[in-house]
């Protein structure tokens, strides 16, 4: 599939390069790697995501190249990073292949439904980073100090700062070379991780102080209000990693934080320490799901959406359960 892809990407002038919506670091690091390295070929480069960025990854360079809505085409190809599902794109992606040329798909997603006329998807993959450096080195393209930074980003993102199992030899060894290159571990992560607004730390004792533990103590249940927002000038892009806090309470193999949208709606996010997988999740409550994490919009007070998410969390567990048993 490489050859193909190698071959569209060498023979095209002008691409779309996208990553699922509401990016994280590694849709957005991927991307940057991606678009960056087309551009050192001399290509033209739309980088497209609709949705607000996460503030702690603004300071990558090219972040300030990424457009919210999509000029016209056509373009030879639509590259989307990290993209498991079409819906997963923003709308401004072209739905006809004369507009949007061959569809690339870079994912290392488990549920990934293959979206792309081309699709390389390796879910043992540690980030859809390490498909990107894959294939620059595929290609033969020199891996420049910006590229390095963004794929450092985003197997840094996506193993959990090398603390999850998807953390392998092939990412450390890329990461090695990455430092090589010129990357620093400490500026890159204090840039991700240890910079943050004082609003946002006000934010969160705020959010933590709402901790609640249901279902035998295996669910731990967090809430954002817009009134916290509002009460310490807070926004929604500083959200990110929340939730681990409730996942760390020991005996929690399930976090949630629900989100206040506007009155009697709430976004609910939710996290899997690893025992248990969350793709059926995100289908119980008309939402989104994959192995580690689910998420879904939820109307009603929020003692309600509370209980209704319980629930589902609940059913869950009772299969995970009777699996073992
Ligand atoms: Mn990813």
Redesign the pocket.
């Known amino acids: 599939m490489f050859d193909l892809v190698v071959e569209v990407i060498r023979r095209g002038r002008r691409f779309l390069v996208t990553m699922h919506r509401d990016p994280?670091g590694?849709?957005l690091g991927?991307s940057l790697a991606l678009a960056c390295a087309l551009r050192e070929m001399g290509k033209e480069v739309v980088h497209y995501n609709p949705d607000p960025l996460p503030f702690n990854f603004r300071f990558l360079s090219g972040v300030n190249e990424i457009t919210r809505t999509v000029p016209v085409g056509p373009f030879d190809a639509t590259i989307a990073?990290?993209t498991p599902r079409m819906d997963w794109l923003g709308e401004g992606v072209p739905k006809s292949s004369e507009k949007r040329g061959v569809l690339i798909n870079l994912?290392?997603?488990k549920s990934s439904q293959e979206i792309g006329d081309l699709n390389v998807v390796d879910p043992d993959a540690a980030?859809?980073?390490v498909l990107v450096y894959r294939l620059l080195k595929e290609m033969g393209h020199e891996i420049s100090l910006n590229v390095a930074w963004a794929i450092y980003a985003?197997i840094l993102?996506?193993t959990g700062s090398f603390r999850y199992d998807s953390t392998d030899t092939e990412c450390m060894r890329i990461c090695a070379e990455l430092i090589d290159a010129g990357v620093s571990p400490w500026q890159l992560s204090s840039n991700i991780y240890e910079t943050q607004p004082a609003s946002r730390l006000k934010l969160l004792s705020k959010v933590l102080s709402t901790l609640e533990l249901a279902q035998g103590g295996r669910l731990a249940i967090l809430t954002v209000t817009r009134r916290m927002l509002e009460e310490t000038g807070g926004s929604l892009d500083m959200l990110d990693g929340f939730v681990n806090h409730a996942r760390s309470v020991e005996g929690v193999e399930i976090a949630l934080i629900l989100v206040e949208q506007s009155e009697n709606k709430y976004h609910a996010s939710f996290r899997s320490r690893g025992n248990v997988e969350l793709f059926s999740l995100g289908k119980r409550l008309n939402g989104r799901g994959t192995a580690h994490g689910a998420s879904a919009c939820l109307t009603g007070r929020l003692s309600e959406v509370k209980q209704r998410a319980a629930h589902a969390v609940g059913g869950l567990f009772e299969v995970a359960d009777a699996a073992v048993a």
């Open positions: 994280d590694d849709a991927a990073c990290d994912d290392h997603h980030s859809a980073g985003s993102t996506d």
